[in-house]
């Protein structure tokens, strides 16, 4: 595989122009009459209209037809997907998964879409506020269909096999101890190249931002100009049995197949040799009515989604590399909390409470003195649900694997296992790497999650013995000793 380009920066305006067709984004205007090389021009909108500047997120494409040219959509039974919160009864205890099992191509081919399971969450994708956690497992690449989130925005986590994901905005290759974020509404298809699994936080209704740095200053955490963001791609390609756009609504999947065939139109204005800048309207309708009655019936067959020959704005998918993050920590003594790893955050209305943020364990030195280094016991107003992308983590060196995961609801007390205790509360405290090697990461919320029967029971991965790694935890209470 070539090595893809991106642009870099977090939330900037980015340009681009598909290489083979230079000019392609109109210039000083959004709309033309005719866009240049007879493309169409769509706006996808990620915020109100209204938003205030900051907030505001949008961008445009110019593609080879627009994206309503589909027929209806159609229920689609396919996945584990689910935002009924009802399905099992409320559960607050401390929850650990063994990994979630990938099964094997030859025994049950999946792919990006039929492997997601819906795992925990709260709230609902109508009322534009709450969370859902996938597992994905898959073994096999999405063939001609691409899927958009018409409820919120995907933050996809790979823990096992990279990730090709082709989207309107161009081409990213996701690999393990990275991230991406594909953002409420852009269409996308994965491509797989061998047993694949992964976690995604799904929230609906608000976008993930950078946090504040307050008193740390201008730099730090997550900087900006490691967001990678792809540029332009398109195909013009025959889909022999038609090309199927599957759309998460309200929870469900539908699908719908594309109709209308670029190729003809595309392939006949570029044999007129339409060299930029070819802003002249009355030359471009000119080529427009040279269509026939026949050609025009031909242009409606298949087409890929994938037709952005250029695009700009604000409003893109993007990734990260885990390893950019510019770690920050106690030098002096005490265990600070792990807000100071938040990678991004989903902010609730409320100043300070986030509907979801993701925060890494990331390798680093620990210093402290006279401290207790690994995560202190605890009990949170927020949930807590945690996964292992690969490595051991601190607290719980035993029992939380890769590719598994643990849910700390509300309120449920948790914190290092009895081996983690004895063993930090006795050791030389010594400059040391902490979780070399490894990546832990929390998606922490302020909703208090439930989680679904395939999470409980269907998954056949929860391990019921979890709660027995806290038992030998015994009193080291002596009121003759301070
Ligand atoms: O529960 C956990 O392991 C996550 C966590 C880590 C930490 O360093 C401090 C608090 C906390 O909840
Ligand atoms: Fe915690």
Request: hydrophobic share 35%; aromatic share 12%; glycine share 8%.
């Amino acid at each position: 595989m070539t090595s893809l380009k991106y642009m870099s920066g977090f939330g900037n305006e980015h340009a681009s122009e598909d290489p083979r067709y230079p000019g392609a984004l109109p210039e000083g205007q959004n709309n033309p009459q005719v866009c240049p090389y007879g493309l169409y021009a769509e706006q996808l909108s990620g915020s109100a209209f209204t938003c205030p500047r900051a907030t505001n997120r949008r961008s445009w494409l110019y593609r080879i037809l627009p994206s309503v040219c589909h027929k209806p959509f159609q229920p689609l039974q396919e996945g584990h997907l689910t935002h009924n919160w009802d399905e099992v009864e409320p559960d607050p205890n401390q929850l650990r998964w063994k990994p979630f099992e990938i099964p094997k191509a030859s025994q049950n081919k999946l792919d990006f879409v039929s492997g997601l399971h819906t795992l925990c969450g709260a709230g609902e994708p109508r009322g534009r506020n709450g969370i859902a956690i996938h597992i994905f497992v898959c073994n096999t690449s999405m063939l001609d269909r691409c899927l958009y989130n018409s409820d919120g925005d995907f933050l996809i986590v790979p823990q096992q096999g990279k990730l090709l994901i082709t989207t309107e905005f161009g081409k990213m290759l996701v690999e393990p101890n990275e991230i991406c974020v594909i953002q409420q509404g852009m269409r996308f298809s994965v491509e797989v190249f061998g047993e694949t699994r992964g976690y995604i936080l799904e929230v609906y209704g608000a976008h993930f931002e950078l946090p504040d740095l307050g008193p740390i200053g201008a730099n730090g955490l997550a900087n900006p100009r490691d967001f990678l963001v792809p540029v332009a791609w398109y195909e013009d390609r025959k889909i022999p049995r038609g090309y199927t756009v599957i759309s998460k609504y309200q929870g469900k999947l539908f699908t719908a197949q594309q109709i209308g065939k670029s190729n003809a139109n595309f392939k006949l204005l570029e044999s007129q040799r339409w060299s930029p800048p070819c802003s002249s309207t009355a030359l471009a309708l000119k080529f427009l009515r040279r269509w026939s009655p026949g050609e025009r019936a031909k242009a409606l067959q298949d087409f890929s989604p994938f037709n952005v020959v250029a695009w700009h704005g604000n409003y893109t998918p993007y990734k990260y590399h885990l390893e950019n993050f510019m770690v920050i920590n106690s030098v002096a003594f005490d265990h600070a909390d792990p807000s100071i790893f938040t990678v991004l955050t989903a902010k609730s209305t409320r100043p300070g409470v986030a509907i979801a943020d993701f925060v890494i364990f990331p390798p680093r030195w620990g210093v402290a003195n006279n401290t207790f280094r690994p995560p202190y016991y605890h009990r949170n107003c927020m949930s807590e649900f945690m996964g292992l992308i690969k490595g051991h983590y601190e607290a719980k060196e035993e029992g939380f694997q890769p590719g598994g995961a643990s849910l700390h609801s509300m309120m449920t007390p948790h914190g290092p296992d009895a081996d983690c205790f004895e063993k930090a509360s006795k050791a030389k405290l010594e400059p040391e790497r902490v979780a070399e090697g490894t990546m832990a990461f929390m998606f922490e919320s302020s909703l208090s999650m439930a989680v679904t029967e395939w999470g409980l029971k269907t998954s056949n991965c929860l391990d019921k013995n979890y709660y027995k790694c806290w038992e030998p935890l015994k009193s080291h209470f002596n009121p003759n000793c301070k």
